[in-house]
T-cell receptor, first 114, second 114 residues
Framework: DAGITQSPRHKVTETGTPVTLRCHQTENHRYMYWYRQDPGHGLRLIHYSYGVKDTDKGEVSDGYSVSRSKTEDFLLTLESATSSQTSVYFC?????????????FGPGTRLTVL | AQSVAQPEDQVNVAEGNPLTVKCTYSVSGNPYLFWYVQYPNRGLQFLLKYITGDNLVKGSYGFEAEFNKSQTSFHLKKPSALVSDSALYFCAVRAIYNNNDMRFGAGTRLTVKP
């Protein structure tokens, strides 16, 4: 999985609680992404980062925030989880050299909001 | 914004037969196109990409894809399917002017029967 780890791998939480998912990379890539995967929708971009403390919104950013204080870590936070945020969350990286490089994905985190 | 359509939710083929998984896209300007495969409980794995040049792109595990600009299609193909090719396949598109906004299709589940 291209040196990408995600934690936790599974989480069950209750509506209204805060949740933070962590993505860690070992290869010092500049670009990191958070996606959610839902049946019938494929993957949809939540937020991405193009450097330490540099982030931007994706297609489905409402209800999510991110932070990147170190190159290797990209955190996704659900401030107050809702049942509609039950999903599988994937982190991805893109190699810095070359604008046309593909993304590589982590193993995913399955989040269930009750 | 760019978008991808995978018109078939499910494709069934017999082992040894050729397979095709269809993808059409919409984007302003020239596209970067990608195919990914997902096995159960795993992240997405990169198969191949089209950036420019030859319309027939060869990738991992014997897969290839043909870029057709006039039909805005990027179909995935393999001459002889294996049972181990059974998985979920995603097509993705990115505009060359926005390297961080990649859009995925909903996915096609390929089943190869012995």
């Amino acid at each position: 999985d291209a040196g990408i780890t995600q934690s936790p791998r599974h989480k069950v939480t209750e509506t209204g609680t805060p949740v933070t998912l962590r993505c860690h990379q070992t290869e010092n890539h500049r670009y990191m992404y958070w996606y959610r995967q839902d049946p019938g929708h494929g993957l949809r971009l939540i937020h991405y980062s193009y450097g330490v403390k540099d982030t931007d919104k994706g297609e489905v950013s409402d209800g999510y925030s991110v932070s990147r204080s170190k190159t290797e870590d990209f955190l996704l936070t659900l401030e107050s989880a809702t049942s509609s945020q039950t999903s599988v969350y994937f982190c991805a990286i893109r190699a810095t050299s070359g604008d046309y490089n593909e993304q590589f994905f982590g193993p995913g985190t399955r989040l269930t909001v009750l | 914004a760019q978008s991808v359509a995978q018109p078939e939710d499910q494709v069934n083929v017999a082992e040894g037969n050729p397979l095709t998984v269809k993808c059409t896209y919409s984007v302003s300007g020239n596209p970067y196109l990608f195919w990914y495969v997902q096995y159960p409980n795993r992240g997405l794995q990169f198969l191949l990409k089209y950036i420019t040049g030859d319309n027939l792109v060869k990738g991992s595990y014997g897969f290839e894809a043909e870029f057709n600009k006039s039909q805005t299609s990027f179909h995935l193909k393999k001459p002889s399917a294996l049972v181990s090719d059974s998985a979920l396949y995603f097509c993705a598109v990115r505009a060359i002017y926005n390297n961080n906004d990649m859009r995925f299709g909903a996915g096609t589940r390929l089943t190869v029967k012995p």
